[in-house]
């Protein structure tokens, strides 16, 4: 399956793949590093972000480290449906601190594409049974702390930092 953006600019579904697979490993540093979660559930996460993406119905992920419900760091992965000419970068750069009260909060924001048929049809695809959120993903308490971005072909994902 191929997917077509706005801008005539194409990808492929192994294309999605390619820029998931660095998110995947972002992931996986942060649960390990900050304790908030192991690596099959990152690799869970990771799993329904690539799936998502693939159908085009993501808009952006937010990942939060909060310490007894104070964020302490943050990183969102904002999708692009053109991005032919970035750069990739390396994963990493995301060893987050361990706490005391660790926990991670990833929240999925849709695009306009993900209707009620639509969420229908992905759960079954899903590993994780996502609910509504309205948590503050402003990280308003946090300071930006630069960011990545990965791409293949036109489609990718630029990821923001934010750090205490």
């Not at 750069?93 to 926990?103: C, H, I, M």
Request: proline share 2%.
């Amino acid at each position: 399956m191929s997917q077509t953006a706005t801008k005539s600019a194409t990808y492929t579904d192994a294309d999605v793949a390619n820029v998931v697979t660095p998110v995947r490993a972002d992931l996986m540093m942060i649960g390990d590093s900050s304790g908030c979660w192991s690596e099959d559930e990152a690799r869970d996460y990771a799993h329904d972000i690539e799936q998502l993406a693939k159908a085009g119905y993501l808009k952006h992920v937010d990942v939060t480290l909060l310490d007894d419900g104070k964020e302490v760091r943050a990183t969102r992965y904002v999708v692009s449906n053109d991005a032919s000419g970035w750069s990739t970068s390396r994963p990493g750069g995301v060893l987050w601190p361990r706490v005391a009260k660790p926990y991670g909060r990833i929240v999925l924001r849709y695009n306009g594409n993900y209707t009620a048929a639509a969420r229908a049809a992905m759960k079954s695809k899903l590993k994780i049974d996502w609910v509504t959120s309205t948590a503050d993903t402003s990280h308003a308490s946090l300071a930006s702390a630069g960011g990545r971005a990965y791409a293949s072909n036109a489609f990718g994902m630029e990821r923001e930092d934010w750090a205490a």
